[in-house]
């Protein structure tokens, strides 16, 4: 099966204390690593949103860019609505 690379940026809530962020971070680095090879992890850090979300001004955003097989992407989507914590979230695939 072709494997492809692909970019990941995911919005944290603002409210999250530092802990709860690094954790909600580490459990997708974890998720991305046992589903195919984590390249990059990128901590923006907190940034002004351009229009509220949730009520939110400003949230905490984290780019990862990793290699894994075509389905994989829509499970770590599903994982993103599923979990409380992250606003936003978009993966693309990129091109080689």
């Known amino acids: 099966m072709v494997e492809r690379k692909y970019e990941t940026v995911f919005i944290i809530s603002p409210t999250l204390d530092d802990e ?3 954790n909600l ?3 997708f ?3 991305i690593s046992s589903n195919g090879q ?3 992890v990128e901590e923006w850090g907190k ?3 351009a229009y509220k979300i949730d009520k939110h001004a ?3 955003y984290v780019l990862m860019q990793f290699i894994s097989k ?3 992407p829509r499970e770590l989507e599903r994982v993103y609505r599923i ?3 992250v606003i936003r979230f978009l993966t693309v695939k990129l091109e080689k």
Do not use: S, V
């Open 20 to 22: 709860a962020r690094a």
């Open 25 to 27: 971070i580490e459990k």
């Open 29 to 31: 680095k974890n998720l």
């Open 38 to 40: 984590l390249l990059t």
């Open 47 to 49: 940034k002004r949103l």
């Open 58 to 60: 400003e949230g905490y």
């Open 70 to 72: 075509p389905e994989f």
């Open 83 to 85: 979990t409380d914590g």
